[in-house]
T-cell receptor
């Protein structure tokens, strides 16, 4: 079990659906991250929130919309996704992203787009 | 661009020692992390280096040479449960972590 909880664990959706991925941590961390990981590839950074403000957007298409309602929660809203968006979506958190603070990862949501 | 390279796959025997190398050329450097990821699970933190030299943590050690853009992870007394992917990741800027290509390690009896 990890200290970062992601729901749902699996999600299958059509290209016209709207769904959300959720991430929660109770370690008092102030930086939270979304990563995309394709099979047998490393995680790729999508978004970073620092003190509940979006600090990094790695040129992610607008069909992915992040939201940070409070310091413990991070959402990723999905709309009109493409089949190539099928991947494992990982959430992570760290104290505030400075220096030697490791990121703690959740187990991810495995997303399949039909 | 950012290049962080690792061998794709390695095999080793239970009880042996294995060294996983990582070479990097990045636009910034604020430290290097090693993570372990079992199939279908979250990456878990193993070690962090920001100064040159060796950091030891039980059966795991990590080495960094900033001038050579090189790091390695050394795993001693290998166990079957060490079969996993090992990810080298460079902190290229504030809050920004770029992962290497990853190394799949298979430990056999």
């Amino acid at each position: 079990d990890t200290e970062v909880t992601q729901t749902p664990k699996h999600l299958v959706m059509g290209m016209t659906n709207k769904k959300s991925l959720k991430c929660e941590q109770h370690m008092g961390h102030r930086a939270m991250y979304w990563y995309k990981q394709k099979a047998k590839k490393p995680p790729e950074l999508m978004f970073v929130y620092s003190y509940e403000k979006l600090s990094i957007n790695e040129s992610v298409p607008s069909r992915f919309s992040p939201e940070c309602p409070n310091s413990s929660l991070l959402n990723l809203h999905l709309h009109a996704l493409q089949p190539e968006d099928s991947a494992l979506y990982l959430c992570a958190s760290s104290q505030d992203g400075v220096g030697n603070q490791p990121q703690h990862f959740g187990d991810g949501t495995r997303l399949s787009i039909l | 661009g950012q290049n962080i390279d690792q061998p794709t796959e390695m095999t080793a025997t239970e009880g042996a020692i294995v060294q996983i190398n990582c070479t990097y050329q990045t636009s910034g450097f604020n430290g290097l992390f090693w993570y372990q990821q079992h199939a279908g699970e979250a990456p878990t933190f193993l070690s962090y280096n920001v100064l040159d030299g060796l950091e030891e943590k039980g059966r795991f050690s990590s080495f960094l040479s900033r001038s050579k853009g090189y790091s390695y992870l050394l795993l001693k007394e290998l166990q079957m449960k060490d079969s996993a992917s090992y990810l080298c990741a460079v902190q290229t800027g504030f809050q920004k972590l770029v992962f290497g290509t990853g190394t799949r390690l298979l430990v056999s009896p």
